[in-house]
């Protein structure tokens, strides 16, 4: 309900937040409103002694809002900025009001999202087309965000330490590498490892997988990819990671296959023209 009536973003986009059916998502907004009603739930600021309580849902919701500008469920483009500058604005302040005793994960929000947005400008080529990460320019990326953000990652990681200090600890790996050859990626796998014991989901899976293929084999990430089959099989994502990892052992034939799924599935036209292009190269 925050996403939609405060966020403002659209059912589609919350159920992609929520790894659910759009007409799922719909039904759940609907129940959410008719409890609201029949319970007479007031609209309200909470006080400053109800934050502590609430930061969490606070917290997700300003990610998921964050997320949906970093890569747009549907549309021409990939970013839009003008969410991801809102979920910053946010996450600074909540900070604020919860100094001098900011809970960790707090200072990790802020952290993870100043990282992944200083990469903004080098995501997208002139054609408006997806750069993947290893791909990038680097000199493109906002070091003055990586240099705010950097200091916010290490004061994270001596508090307790919650998912979204771990998240910011692998941001923080990649902005550290001046070259993609230079990730280190055997910490970034020991990273996703807690992870999955904070924060179990197939997303993490996912992204462990891949990170496991960068120290390891193409191969060993597929099995663990095709593990995830039953929990991600409408996620377009799912598809195409599935299709590198073939791509890169040479299966071509079943990269194919892949890469047709995951087009079938995303609604974004920068994410289609990649998907589109990556068909092409691996077709006959």
Not at 82 to 92: F, K, Q, S, V, Y
Not at 106 to 122: E, F, G, I, K, Q
Not at 162 to 179: D, M, R, T, Y
Request: proline residues 4%.
């Amino acid at each position: 309900m925050t996403l939609r009536m405060l966020g403002g973003l659209e059912t589609d986009e919350i159920a992609r937040a929520f790894l659910v059916p759009t007409a799922t998502m719909a039904q759940r907004l609907v129940r959410a409103k008719r409890k609201i009603r029949d319970a007479g739930i007031p609209y309200k600021v909470p006080d400053t002694t109800d934050l502590s309580v609430r930061v969490d849902a606070v917290l997700t919701a300003i990610y998921l809002i964050f997320n949906e500008g970093y890569a747009t469920t549907r549309g021409e483009t990939m970013v839009r900025a003008d969410l991801c500058t809102e979920a910053i604005r946010l996450g600074r302040l909540v900070r604020t009001l919860m100094a001098p005793q900011s809970p960790s994960e707090v200072t990790a929000l802020l952290a993870l999202m100043l990282l992944h947005d200083s990469r903004r400008n080098a995501r997208l080529d002139e054609a408006g087309d997806l750069v993947l990460l290893e791909d990038q320019d680097r000199s493109r990326w906002n070091q003055q965000q990586i240099a705010e953000a950097l200091p916010l990652v290490e004061e994270a990681l001596r508090g307790e330490i919650g998912s979204f200090a771990v998240q910011a600890a692998i941001a923080a790996l990649h902005c550290q590498a001046a070259q993609a050859e230079e990730t280190d990626w055997l910490q970034i796998v020991r990273l996703y490892d807690l992870l999955e014991r904070l924060q179990p989901s197939p997303i993490v899976s996912l992204n462990r997988a891949v990170a496991i293929s960068m120290i390891e084999t193409p191969q060993t990430a597929l099995e663990l990819i095709d593990g995830l089959a039953s929990q991600l099989n409408d996620y377009h994502l799912f598809h195409a990671t599935r299709a590198e990892m073939l791509r890169r052992i040479g299966a071509s034939a079943s990269a194919a296959e892949s890469y047709a799924i995951a087009l079938m599935l995303v609604k974004n036209d920068s994410e289609r023209r990649f998907l589109e292009r990556r068909l092409r190269e691996v077709q006959p």
